[in-house]
């Protein structure tokens, strides 16, 4: 198997797989591109020259015939909120909803992504990914012989199968949260200001997430900051 993880200005690449029913590294390879990748967010073709100058580095792409793809996309490449759904219930009609009120939100710009609903009890949580990036993605990872590649955003590559958990994550001036609990996720970012937390960007109840923060049973995981 083999896992990316593409960030703003790099790409790491690891291959593994089982061995006794657990999980073996092989190799992990990081490999700079030579344009960041938000200077290039709307250019198809240097995007894809960009992926495949990098990828030309990495020697474990010489042979991946038929491997499982897994992408991993950094915080920097994805757009994130909720939406409150009310009391609608079916599958399509709240989908439907979402994309009507994203494309209100964001105007022609919705067009331009691809999505990752994240239900809830009452909002949905999304990610939204430049589809320009994912599409020149998959030309060349499926010319290189990857399948079945799915996406998806490095928050919830910590997320605990085991139960509630939190993630932060390290942004320079403050620190990213994102709370996943019984009831959907929480986020926002925290920073300190003469001795006291301030929260912004809150996507949820601070209070609730205030709440997970100060229970001794809720983990929060720190991540290191990706490069």
Request: aromatic share 12%.
């Amino acid at each position: 198997m083999l896992n990316l993880i593409i960030t703003d200005s790099s790409l790491y690449c690891s291959q593994w797989d089982y061995q006794d029913n657990k999980p073996v590294l092989f190799s992990l390879v990081k490999v700079n591109f030579h344009s960041a990748l938000s200077s290039i967010r709307s250019e198809p073709d240097e995007i894809q020259n960009n992926i495949r100058t990098a990828i030309a580095q990495i020697d474990d792409f010489n042979n991946i015939q038929r491997t499982t793809g897994y992408v991993i996309l950094d915080c920097s490449l994805t757009e994130k909120d909720s939406i409150n759904i009310g009391e609608l219930s079916n599958k399509n009609e709240i989908e439907k909803f979402f994309l009507w009120t994203l494309k209100k939100r964001w105007g022609k710009q919705v067009n331009r992504l691809s999505f990752s609903f994240i239900p809830g009890n009452l909002y949905y949580y999304y990610f939204a990914f430049p589809r320009i990036l994912l599409t020149q993605l998959n030309i060349i990872l499926n010319e290189l012989g990857l399948v079945n590649v799915s996406y998806q955003p490095i928050e919830l590559f910590f997320q605990s199968k085991a139960g509630e958990n939190g993630v932060l994550f390290n942004d320079g001036q403050s620190d990213s949260l994102f709370c996943f609990t019984e009831t959907g996720i929480m986020s926002c970012k925290i920073s300190i200001t003469k001795n006291k937390f301030a929260f912004t960007d809150i996507i949820g109840s601070v209070e609730n997430i205030k709440t997970k923060m100060d229970d001794k049973y809720f983990e929060i995981l720190r991540a290191e900051k990706v490069k």
